[in-house]
């Protein structure tokens, strides 16, 4: 079968390659060939993330071309994720780019640039002296190397004893569970990066290191003022984001379970829960929410996961989350096109296999401007938990209705038309939900039968079948979802 072919074959079953959990994966040298990314998007690629911690513009522009290139060939709705890189903290280079810290010995972090050794380091973050206070912990490389301060003069040096020793080399990530840092949450290479992203008109913006809503307020009066429609996704991986979840979830548009540096900040054996916590927080809220971090690691250099792994992306999924990450895996890994179909496969056995999954419902609450649309969805999804539905159909203009309804994880499929063309990039990272284009206006009616018609003709449906259709009266006004339909296929 040719190209040509086995893109309309793909295009007339869409259904058969489409995962309700969507896939993230990371750029880089690794997909920076167009036809290795349009297989990844081909194996079932929903959201491309750009890790602003490496790369160059120039890297970065070409990528995006590629992305909206394919999109178009395709007929494709892959969003982008700008991931910013927040203020990460670092040591500096070592002699040789490899210095043993031995357990007990004494060593001093200075922020007086210079090359480290098995006496002294540098690290760069400037009121590392002033924030940090005595018994506090750093951690070096992941956590592998662990320091204990014992004094600090507040203006440029720290000593700590090495409580756990090993090799260090250069630029190596610096960790400070115990610590309250000053540094702001968008850095000047942040806003520039920002800027950036912006600019280039990505869907989502990912915020690293969030300690408060305040973090979030600010990038979000950042992108209002530049009358942007990036969403922001609010990654939480510092103890302080765990302590303000609930309202970090109420401010911000995404959530991102980060849990690399979530497991160095907080004892590792508490991830697990905390993961399913804000999970199920997330679709309570109808907030998209994204567990990143190792899920297919060894496939960096290996052609097949571990089991182990195999069973990560899996619980993921029967969490409930929206979305797995890919990162080494697909930016410098050796298979990028293949740990995409093979996390595909999971999801899919997954999602055919495991109810647990679905039928969230969650009831509105009262006395709220939109109780009347969460209503609707959630009686939509009821109906089509009880009645064997097929589909669920409806038009947004804002979004707002394809959120609501994935929050309540049916079965049925749900497919939103809109005709918002930059909406159905950013509903790509929404869980279950199947994004299209319609312009058209006409009487409900008529508007329900296109509708219809259109997820026919692509096999979506078929005759018979029982589907909901939920939209706004009058239609032209384009206002909130007050109107819901059950009707066979004919």
């Known amino acids: 079968m040719n190209l040509a072919i086995y893109l309309l074959h793909l295009v007339l079953n869409m259904s058969s390659l489409f995962n309700r959990t969507k896939i993230v994966a990371t750029m880089g040298p690794a997909t920076a060939d167009i036809a290795v990314l349009e297989q990844m998007f081909i194996q079932g690629l929903d959201i491309c993330r750009i890790n602003f911690s490496h790369g160059d513009y120039k890297a970065v522009e070409d990528t995006v071309n590629n992305i909206r290139t394919l999109n178009k060939k395709l007929n494709y709705h892959v969003g982008i994720l700008a991931d910013l890189q927040g203020p990460k903290l670092r040591i500096g280079t070592v002699k040789d780019n490899k210095v043993i810290l031995v357990e007990d010995k004494t060593i001093t972090i200075t922020t007086q640039e210079c090359e480290g050794d098995e006496n002294r380091i540098y690290i760069t973050y400037p009121q590392f002296p002033k924030d940090v206070k005595v018994g506090e912990t750093v951690l070096i490389d992941d956590g592998k190397l662990h320091l204990l301060v014992t004094s600090t003069n507040g203006i440029d040096e720290v000593k700590c004893t090495i409580m756990i020793g090993g090799t260090l080399s250069s630029k190596k990530g610096v960790n400070l569970p115990n610590t309250k840092i000053s540094l702001p949450c968008l850095t000047p290479k942040d806003l520039k990066d920002l800027d950036f992203a912006l600019e280039h008109d990505f869907d989502w913006i990912g915020l690293s290191f969030v300690r408060s809503v305040t973090d979030i307020a600010d990038l979000k009066d950042i992108i209002y003022k530049k009358g942007k429609r990036a969403r922001v996704i609010a990654k939480i991986e510092k103890p302080e984001a765990i302590k ?124 709220t401007i939109t109780y009347v649309t969460d209503s609707i969805c959630f009686n939509a999804c009821q109906l089509a938990h009880h009645s064997g539905v097929q589909a669920i159909i409806s038009m947004t203009n804002s979004g707002y209705t394809a959120f609501k309804l994935a929050s309540h994880r049916p079965k049925a499929h749900i497919y939103i038309f809109t005709d918002n063309l930059s909406l159905l990039t950013t509903l790509s990272l929404v869980w279950g939900v199947q994004g299209f284009y319609y312009d058209k206006y006409e009487s409900t009616d008529q508007t329900i039968s296109d509708l219809i018609n259109f997820v026919k003709q692509r096999k979506l ?30």
């Not at 296999?353 to 609450?365: G, L």
């Not at 589907?467 to 339909?485: D, F, L, Q, W, Y």
């Open 244 to 367: 303000e979840i609930d309202n970090i979830i109420d401010v911000t548009d995404g959530i991102m379970v980060a849990r690399g540096d979530l497991g160095v900040e907080l004892p590792m054996e508490q991830v697990p829960m905390l993961q399913k916590m804000m999970v199920q927080k997330c679709i309570q809220a109808s907030k998209p929410v994204i567990i990143a971090t190792q899920m297919m690691e060894s496939m960096i250099t290996s052609y097949t996961p571990t089991r182990a792994e195999v069973n990560d992306v899996a619980n993921a999924v029967m969490d409930g989350a929206d979305a797995v990450m890919l990162s080494a895996e697909t930016s410098v890994g050796k298979y990028p096109v293949k740990v995409i179909e093979i996390m595909r496969r999971i999801i899919t056995q997954v999602e055919n296999n495991a109810d647990t999954i679905y039928y969230r419902e969650h009831a509105p609450e009262i006395k």
């Open 461 to 490: 449906v078929k005759q018979d079948d029982l589907v909901i259709n939920i939209a706004s009266m009058p239609m032209k006004e384009k206002g909130r979802t007050n109107m819901m339909k059950l009707s066979h296929v004919i």
